[in-house]
């Protein structure tokens, strides 16, 4: 499927995702939330005028990556057709939790 990344456990990342498909409306800012604070992932998710949700996330680099593959997934009533994935400094990350925004 895709590549795997190998990553050192405690080392921090950040990343900014683009999810595009059927993903307003249908929980899918609540479902990164909660995701998120299983992972001990800093950040936040919201709606973008194009129909796309947006999510800066910032925690340990595998953390991350789980998140990544949860944004894949979606929730129940979402239809994830891509999602977009932006390396960030996860110093420009400011939340100390994650926010729906």
């Known amino acids: 499927m895709g590549s795997r990344v190998s990553v050192r456990h405690g080392e921090r990342a950040a990343a900014r995702f683009l999810i595009s498909g059927r993903v307003q ?54 239809r994830v057709e891509s999602v977009e994935k932006s390396e960030i400094p996860h110093q420009i990350v400011e939340p100390k939790s994650f926010e729906i925004r």
């Open 25 to 78: 409306g249908v929980g899918f800012r609540w479902f990164v939330a909660r995701r998120a604070s299983e992972l001990g992932v800093t950040g936040w998710a919201r709606n973008l005028p194009s129909g796309q949700v947006e999510v800066v996330a910032a925690g340990d680099a595998g953390a991350i990556g789980q998140m990544e593959a949860s944004l894949r997934a979606g929730p129940t009533l979402a």
